[in-house]
């Protein structure tokens, strides 16, 4: 049972547009929501994170939005740049648990 | 500051040997995290210390696997008897207030391939 899904595989967007990466989850439980950025042969770096009682959280060219109704938040990069290339973990945390528990990934390339 | 490091950074194993993998938190990090990363999958919880103790095992696949945290630092994870089934990047986080647990950093990974 896949708590945390993202269900594009890869994305690719040119160089100075908007990335959006999307991530569906299933248990209201969850307290904080991050995103995590993964390059190659390297562990995956914190981006961002949200609690689940914001809508909208922003870090310069990223902003996650929270939409809990529907169960869904998303990631925005603007502008894209050519270093965004890499993989995106969507990643859920209940503090009863203490885990996180990861969607599978949206492979993103930022194109010249 | 140093991050999370873990050692060694690749591992081929026979089956049924047993492994031993290792990683050092950022300090002062109370809260250690085991995940592993299975081809074309995300990552799955294995373990979690806090401090010594692991209030939550829940991940751990089978009884072939085990950790331990000691000096409330560095960590081992063991996995006997490996098999092929085994094969991933096993990667720690470290975190550490109770007020920001959520925020786990990574080390790079141990990539283990057994044969």
């Known amino acids: 049972d896949q708590q945390v899904k993202q269900n594009s595989p890869s994305l690719s967007v040119q160089e100075g547009r908007i990335s959006i990466l999307n991530c569906d989850y299933t248990?209201?439980?969850?307290?904080?929501f991050l995103w995590y950025k993964k390059y190659p042969a390297e562990g995956p770096t914190f981006l961002i994170s949200?609690?689940?009682?914001?809508d909208k959280n922003e870090d310069g060219r990223f902003t996650v939005f929270l939409n809990k109704s529907a169960k869904h938040l998303s990631l925005h990069i603007v502008p894209s740049q050519p270093g965004d290339s890499a993989v995106y973990f969507c990643?859920?945390?209940?503090?009863?648990?203490?885990?996180?528990?990861f969607g599978t990934g949206t492979r993103l390339q930022v194109t010249l | 500051g140093a991050g999370v490091s873990q050692s060694p950074s690749n591992k081929v194993t026979e089956k049924g040997k047993d492994v031993e993998l290792r990683c050092d938190p950022i300090?002062?990090?109370?809260?250690l995290y085991w995940y592993r990363q299975s081809l074309g999958q995300g990552l799955e919880f294995l373990i979690y210390?806090?401090?010594?103790?692991?209030?939550?095992k829940s991940g751990l696949p089978s009884d072939r696997f085990s950790a331990e945290r000691t000096g409330g630092s560095v960590s081992t994870l063991t996995i006997q008897r490996t098999q092929q089934e085994d094969s991933a990047v096993y990667l720690c986080?470290?975190?550490?207030?109770?007020?920001?647990?959520?925020?786990?950093?990574f080390g790079p990974g141990t990539r283990l391939t057994v044969t």
């Open positions: 300090s002062g990090h109370t809260a």
């Open positions: 986080a470290s975190s550490s207030s109770l007020k920001t647990r959520y925020e786990q950093y």
């Open positions: 210390f806090q401090g010594n103790s692991a209030p939550d």
């Open positions: 248990n209201s439980m969850f307290d904080y």
């Open positions: 949200i609690s689940s009682i914001k």
């Open positions: 990643a859920a945390y209940t503090g009863t648990a203490s885990k996180l528990t």
